[in-house]
């Protein structure tokens, strides 16, 4: 397990994986340009729900006292062994905090990227060390999904790869590794779901509790792909379907009723309602 350990991004995904690293004993840096304040409150929540579960092995303080939120990645601790970007999907935005990062810490660093689809090798052609970059795909909620998708690039060498895998297992995750593809394994399929479940939605073929309830109880799925779409964020998962709509075709494009409630606000969980009410 890394000792020291930077997340760029503190809102959901970022501190969930900053809360999962300082758990398992690592000292944290998180990089929140933001309001600090509330990525420190989504912290101590975050803490605080664990230790309600009992799935905390400290107090929740003691845990936080790992954790120290920065403004700006030049305060990335040097010494750190794994940084990991977890800041919206849009390239620019990504390459730019990780070539920041990149000139922050040191050589022995493993830079990683949170995203859900992007491509590593794009994302990396800015990097001085592409060998020691690839992308860590954690799921939401962070701290109760078994799952981490380890992403390599041909640039990627390969006890990078390993050393990101046994980090992943000690967190008590399990780790399956992709080649560089858009929307690499879980996001291709998932999206690809979702978006037929938005068109049988909007084609009145069945309503969102339905449609769910079919995957939960005929497939097995612990859950349906609108409530998937609604934890995931409508906004994400249609920045991702065009995404892959312009990588990979017609199959991916976003139906208009997912591009209508996101012009509308309709978010999902963060925001309330999406395809289902949340209180």
């Known amino acids: 397990m890394p000792t020291t350990v930077g997340v760029i991004g503190g809102g959901r995904m970022g501190a969930g994986i900053a809360q999962v690293f300082a758990v398992a004993g690592a000292t944290v840096c998180v990089v929140e340009s933001g309001d600090v304040t509330a990525t420190r409150l989504r912290l101590a929540d975050g803490l605080a729900k664990a230790a309600e579960r009992g799935k905390l092995p400290h107090a929740p303080e003691l845990v936080l006292e790992r954790v120290r939120v920065v403004d700006d990645v030049a305060g990335l601790p040097p010494s750190a062994e794994l940084v990991v970007e977890a800041v ?103 999206v690809l779901l979702g978006l037929e479940a938005i068109r049988m939605l909007e084609e009145g073929v069945a309503d969102a509790e339905a449609i769910d309830n079919a995957m939960e109880l005929g497939y097995r799925h612990p859950m349906g792909p609108l409530r998937s779409t609604d934890l995931v964020g409508l906004d994400v998962r249609l920045a991702i379907a065009e995404y892959l709509h312009a990588k990979l075709g017609d199959r991916f494009a976003p139906p208009q009723l997912l591009r209508d409630k996101v012009a509308d606000g309709q978010l999902g969980r963060k925001t309330g309602q999406g395809f289902h009410h949340w209180d």
């Open 88 to 190: 919206p999907e849009e390239p620019a935005l990504k390459v730019d905090v990780l070539a920041r990062a990149e000139r922050a810490v040191g050589d022995q660093t493993v830079l990683a990227s949170n995203t859900s689809s992007l491509s590593i090798a794009e994302l990396g052609a800015a990097l001085q060390r592409p060998a020691r970059f690839l992308g860590t795909h954690f799921f939401n909620p962070v701290p109760a999904s078994r799952l981490v998708e380890v992403v390599t690039a041909p640039e990627t060498a390969a006890d990078v790869v390993e050393r990101v895998r046994a980090w992943v297992r000690g967190l008590d995750k399990t780790d399956v590794v992709v080649r560089d593809s858009p929307g690499f394994a879980t996001s291709r399929l998932g």
